[in-house]
């Protein structure tokens, strides 16, 4: 069975101050497809990143980076410098390779930055 | 990149009417669409996944004559939630998939008085 496990409810840090929302993920396919993305406020979906699971390069795009290591079947992610417009939702998620695509989600982490 | 609409982007209305939600693939053709439920501080809970020209397929424990859904063209698909009633109240979001990749609306606010 497919599973993403977001460990943490919530997360306050003060502004600056690096944070990193932890995601493990269960499956058995040797093909799948992890996600992450942030749902500020008015509750829309903003895609972040896509990782398949034969790429296991670390991404770093600004101040987000993301550390994939399939041998603890983690995907988590970091912000660097936190703002305050970082304040969101954020869910992990996991598509199998041979799906229709359907996505397993994680219950999402709370990230409160305060200024 | 992909867009997805939906409308109306809220609603409220009373208890026992029944209410259409619409989502829309914009730029691309979605042979596939997902329908989710948000309830307030949890996960999206997917409700059905919505082919082109068939029958939705429920999640278990979605009434399927209760939220119905209809997805007659490549970039429209409709969730009817019908007699409605407070405790459907909720935040439904669409979703279209392309390319391996799932491209979301910006939500529904519902509100059953």
């Known amino acids: 069975a497919q599973k993403v496990t977001q460990a943490q409810t919530e997360i306050s840090v003060v502004e600056k101050e690096d944070v990193t929302l932890d995601c493990v993920y269960e499956?058995?396919?040797?093909?799948?497809?992890l996600f992450w993305y942030k749902q500020p406020p008015s509750g829309e979906l903003v895609f972040l990143i896509r990782?398949?699971?034969?790429d296991e390069q670390n991404e770093i795009s600004g101040r987000y980076s993301w550390n994939f290591q399939k041998s603890t079947s983690s995907f988590n992610f970091t912000i660097t410098a936190s703002q305050v417009v970082d304040s969101a939702v954020y869910f992990c998620a996991l598509i199998r390779g041979d799906s229709n695509y359907q996505l397993i989600w994680g219950a999402g982490t709370k990230l409160i930055i305060k200024p | 990149g992909a867009v997805v609409s939906q409308h109306p982007s809220w609603v409220i209305c009373k208890s026992g009417t029944s209410v259409k939600i619409e989502c829309r693939s914009l730029d691309f053709q979605a042979t596939t669409m997902f329908w989710y439920r948000q309830f307030p501080k949890q996960s999206l809970m997917l409700m059905a996944t919505s082919n082109e020209g068939s029958k939705a397929t429920y999640e278990q424990g979605v009434e399927k004559d209760k939220f119905l859904i209809n997805h007659a063209s490549l970039t429209l698909s409709t969730l009817t939630v019908t007699s409605a009633h407070p405790e459907d109240s909720s935040f439904y979001i669409c979703?279209?998939?392309?390319?391996?990749?799932?491209?979301f609306g910006p939500g529904t606010r519902l509100t059953v008085l």
């Open positions: 499956t058995r396919d040797t093909t799948y497809y």
């Open positions: 979703s279209a998939s392309q390319g391996g990749e799932q491209f």
């Open positions: 990782r398949n699971s034969f």
